[in-house]
């Protein structure tokens, strides 16, 4: 069984940039389907890519193709005066609908250049990627390290960040590919902030030993962890990389969340969201009350878009992604893999895959499309 206080502590940090996403994106309208495309999306995103320029350009923010026209109401916020000042780390709040090729055609648009306050951490917690692990390794959430293993329990033990301690495998072949793959998924745009950026995040990827948890988790600023069970899993390097891609889109989804934070997008209502959130962790939270404010849809679909985005980017083939989903899915894989369902996950990522990328050639153990859930 999987110690409740271990899975309430690791979704702490999730459910609070959850909450304050969902509370402030209560307007996001379900996207259109082929046969519904009238219908509005919106969201709050940073700018990861300037797709084309112009007096009339596309921008990359929250996992879509952003297309401005002549119809387009523009706003400035900050420093901003102009389009030609818009580009990558700049963020917008946007609202338009798709078209046929997949792009989004705004209707409105705010372009905003906040002054970030960098994220408190610990000095003496160096955020450097850990090349070489002394026999007996240990990584707490905050990505300190430790060899005294005797003095610390793995997993539900606390540790400076409150999440536990976990091994780190002596496998300088993962730990290597499980570092090459996760650097490369992170968007160029934060690879390419000046290190004394407050927007910068430090990632360090790292295969760890647990057991329970199927999928990337992390506790301190840009911090990835993922089992070595689910690498393990992994057919390829694509559906690795899908894994990883997730876990650096929930660190960005944070940046996203002290954004708002420091902007005030939200109301009284969103702020005693988050504060009930950090208090309480899972355990606050029924199941009726998170499918009320459908924070995990909401969260989930727009990791969903973003590592695809990434994944592409990097090179990998983002139509491994719903696989690695339905991979890790099941506590135990049947020996018959076709028996394995698609969990919702892999479902939406197909149906963007299907509204905003090519087919993949030849691209072995792809999700088979499904009929369409309203995939924003």
Request: net charge neutral.
């Amino acid at each position: 069984m999987v110690p409740t206080r271990l899975l309430i502590r690791a979704c702490r940090f999730l459910f609070a940039a959850a909450l304050v996403l969902a509370t402030y994106m209560s307007t996001v309208a379900q996207a259109p389907t082929q046969q519904n495309a009238s219908r509005k999306i919106s969201g709050f995103g940073v700018i990861d890519c300037v797709i084309t320029t112009g007096a009339e350009p596309v921008f990359r923010a929250d996992g879509y193709a952003l297309r401005l026209n002549s119809g387009t109401s523009v706003r400035f916020s900050g420093s901003l005066t102009s389009l030609s000042e818009v580009g990558t780390n700049i963020w917008v709040h946007y609202e338009g609908t798709r078209n046929q090729q997949g792009e989004i055609v705004l209707n409105a648009a705010e372009f905003i250049k906040p002054k970030l306050h960098k994220p408190k951490r610990n000095p003496k917690i160096s955020v450097a990627q850990v090349t070489a692990f002394p026999r007996g390794s240990m990584i707490d959430f905050d990505g300190s390290f430790q060899t005294d293993s005797y003095a610390h329990v793995p997993e539900d033990s606390g540790g400076p960040c409150g999440s536990g301690w976990y091994p780190v495998p002596e496998d300088a072949a993962l730990q290597e590919r499980v570092r090459r793959i996760g650097a490369s998924v992170v968007p160029q745009y934060q690879r390419d902030l000046p290190d004394d950026d407050p927007a910068k995040i430090p990632f360090r990827f790292y295969a760890i030993q647990e057991e329970h948890i199927r999928s990337g988790m992390g506790c301190d600023d840009g911090l990835v962890l993922v089992p070595a069970s689910a690498v393990a899993r992994m057919q390829n390097d694509s559906q690795l990389a899908a894994v990883l891609a997730d876990g650096v889109v929930v660190n960005l989804q944070q940046q996203n969340v002290r954004l708002q934070l420091e902007l005030r997008l939200m109301d009284a209502a969103a702020g005693a969201a988050l504060s009930s959130a950090e208090a309480w962790g899972l355990a606050g939270f029924t199941g009726e009350k998170i499918a009320k404010l459908s924070v995990l849809r909401k969260m989930e679909e727009q990791r969903g878009r973003l590592s695809l985005a990434y994944m592409a980017d990097a090179g990998f083939d983002p139509w491994q992604a719903p696989e690695a989903w339905r991979l890790l899915a099941p506590a135990k894989l049947p020996k018959n893999l076709s028996k394995l369902k698609n969990p919702e996950r892999s479902k939406y990522q197909s149906e963007i895959l299907q509204l905003q990328y090519k087919p993949a050639i030849n691209s072995a153990n792809s999700l088979a499309p499904e009929p369409p859930a309203s995939a924003q």
